[in-house]
């Protein structure tokens, strides 16, 4: 029986999440506008998940102050969403 990788750990915890790590690098994916990152990045803060010290959601494991930046990531408990638009409007 061979243990599990972290990125299938991750995809196991991240099931509907179509962000990757790797998305921060890919020069074709622009990062959402301030005014949505700031209003993610917000919730982040405020939420029991977070935390402080090292910026991460103990639900996804996942870096928030990067996450919060990619249009096609989401909040694992539903408190902000994917946009295909970066010129949605929050």
Request: aromatic share 12%; glycine share 4%.
């Amino acid at each position: 029986m061979s243990e599990k990788s972290p990125w299938q750990l991750w995809k196991e915890k991240n099931p509907g999440d179509k962000a990757r790590v790797w998305d921060l690098f890919n020069p074709k994916i622009d990062d959402v506008p301030t005014e949505i990152f700031d209003y993610r990045y917000d919730l982040c803060k405020s939420c029991p998940f977070y935390i402080n010290l090292t910026h991460q959601c103990k639900k996804c494991g996942c870096v928030m102050s990067q996450k919060a930046k990619l249009p096609h990531s989401n909040c694992p408990i539903g408190k902000w969403g994917a946009i295909t638009n970066t010129k949605d409007v929050i």
